[in-house]
Nanobody, 129 residues
């Protein structure tokens, strides 16, 4: 089993920045570097949507059009952590942000929530106008 714990959410003004972190752990957790990671978000009353994904090695990334150029996903396999740097935040970025993991060493990244086996509890990001 893999546990994911997000942190770094909060309240920020439009145009500001936040950096989310997601730390992975688990009793049967084999190796963080064999997991592709993703960030998703869910605004109130809306479905969960894809934000960004990163391959097991960190060499490949993929972003939703709505965040491209503003958000950056990265990972540090030495400390089993994935990050989401969010710049130029907009009120429409307000949501609960979740990190997710899927065991995969493929170069193909997926945006579908159903393809991720493990999820964190989420961290709230609120952007005021």
């Amino acid at each position: 089993q893999v546990q994911l714990v997000e942190s770094g959410g909060g309240l920020v003004q439009a145009g500001g920045s936040l950096r989310l972190s997601c730390a992975a752990s688990g009793r049967t957790f084999s190796s963080f570097s064999t997991y592709a990671m993703g960030w998703f978000r869910q605004a109130a009353g809306k479905e969960r949507e894809f934000v960004a994904a990163i391959s097991w090695s960190g060499r490949r990334t993929y972003y939703a059009d709505s965040v491209k150029g503003r958000f950056t996903i990265s990972r540090d396999n030495a400390i089993d952590t994935v990050y989401l740097q969010m710049n130029s935040l907009k009120p429409e970025d307000t949501a609960v942000y979740y990190c997710a993991a899927r065991e995969s060493t493929s170069v193909v990244l997926t945006t579908l929530p159903k393809n991720y086996a493990y999820w964190g509890q989420g961290t709230q990001v609120t952007v005021s106008s």
